[in-house]
């Protein structure tokens, strides 16, 4: 899988350019502030319908136009395929598949499995349990279809009764319905949490194997998943804790609530690790990530590198840039130099300079 060509109209800084990528190693370099990382921004955004920054769709289109579009031409098994995105400022994004509009924008989920990997992904082992659940959800809708329609599914439920919460206080009789809520809660969240539980067994083997290659065998970083409640004793403790929800119109259990949990060898990296040990933390992280697309789909992702070489020792990097040899990445960087002594291939180089891209490879 790879990506032939992107389009880009009135989003973020870019009035109107094209760029024909190349199925292996592409560059983008120039200043910062430039637009770079909006390129790639436009590409993620195509593979996931939402923003690797969290945006809305109306902070993406350029100042002063009310709508953006996004072309995509993606090779799958040597057929070309064209996703066709509109972001508007007051209404719903459009999205077409080969010409054919479809209704959700979860239908687009695992049509392109692309990886976004920048120096903020720092934040994934060393903020608060969201950003922990935003990774997890992210990959796992890429790849595992009924994991996407459980974690919707879970979300409306989830809505529906705390709103039913606030409305208890005023109307103690709604709390006869609230089973009915409670029901599907736990049919819904049982399943998340046995899938999140298995795929994060399956990342912990290979961030033990990759860590432990990184550094020589000197670290052996792991990734324990941390659920909020076990599926087996969902209903009592939501049961437990319906007077503690009532007080504070929210569900205070289920796998909204859920966490990971890295470690070096039994440290808390995100309490006591060191800022290396994070960094190898999060390659180690992004690394594994690529192979379960792999293991998962038969297929190789695209990659996403935002100014990630600059935030690496050499050693680091050599070994991430020798992981990537066999898919597409699209890299982002200030200039070339990074990559003079690299035995990497710059096989197409794009220089962008304020919202314009010239090829000069």
């Not at 020798?322 to 990497?344: K, N, V, Y």
Request: charge should be neutral.
């Amino acid at each position: 899988m790879y990506i032939e060509s992107v389009e880009v109209g009135d989003f973020r800084n870019y009035q109107q350019e094209k760029l024909e990528f190349h199925p292996h190693t592409n560059i983008l370099y120039g200043d910062n502030a430039q637009g770079k990382t909006n390129i790639l921004e436009s590409v993620f955004v195509c593979g996931t319908t939402s923003s690797h920054k969290g945006s809305k769709d109306r902070e993406m289109i350029r100042i002063g136009q009310e709508e953006a579009h996004i072309r995509m031409i993606l090779n799958k098994k040597q057929m070309s395929h064209r996703i066709d995105m509109h972001l508007r400022k007051n209404k719903g994004k459009g999205i077409a598949i080969d010409g054919i509009p479809i209704r959700r924008s979860s239908e687009l989920m695992g049509y392109l499995h692309v990886i976004f990997f920048s120096p903020e992904d720092m934040r994934i082992i060393k903020n608060g349990p969201s950003e922990r659940r935003r990774f997890i959800n992210m990959e796992l809708c890429q790849l595992d279809q009924i994991y996407l329609h459980h974690l919707a599914e879970y979300n409306k439920v989830l809505q529906q009764r705390n709103h039913l919460l606030k409305h208890m206080i005023h109307q103690p009789s709604l709390t006869d319905t609230l089973s009915v809520w409670d029901e599907k809660l736990i049919e819904y969240g049982s399943q998340i949490i046995s899938r999140r539980r298995s795929f994060v067994e399956k990342m912990n083997q290979l961030i033990l194997q990759i860590s432990s290659r990184l550094t020589g065998n000197k670290e052996k970083i792991s990734v324990i998943y941390d659920p909020d409640v076990e599926e087996s004793d969902f209903e009592k403790q939501l049961s437990s804790s319906l007077e503690k929800d009532k007080k504070f119109c929210s569900t205070n259990v289920g796998p909204h609530r859920d966490d990971l949990c890295f470690s070096n060898q039994e440290m808390d990296l995100r309490k006591y690790g060191s800022q290396g040990q994070q960094r190898t933390c999060a390659l180690a992280l992004k690394l594994a990530e690529i192979e379960i697309v792999k293991q998962m789909t038969g297929d190789s992702p695209v990659l996403l590198l935002d100014d990630v070489l600059s935030e690496l020792d050499r050693s680091r990097q050599n070994y991430l840039l020798d992981s990537i040899h066999d898919i597409q990445t699209i890299i982002t960087c200030t200039g070339l130099e990074e990559f003079i002594d690299s035995r990497l291939t710059l096989d197409k180089v794009f220089r962008v300079n304020a919202g314009s891209v010239t090829v000069e490879k």
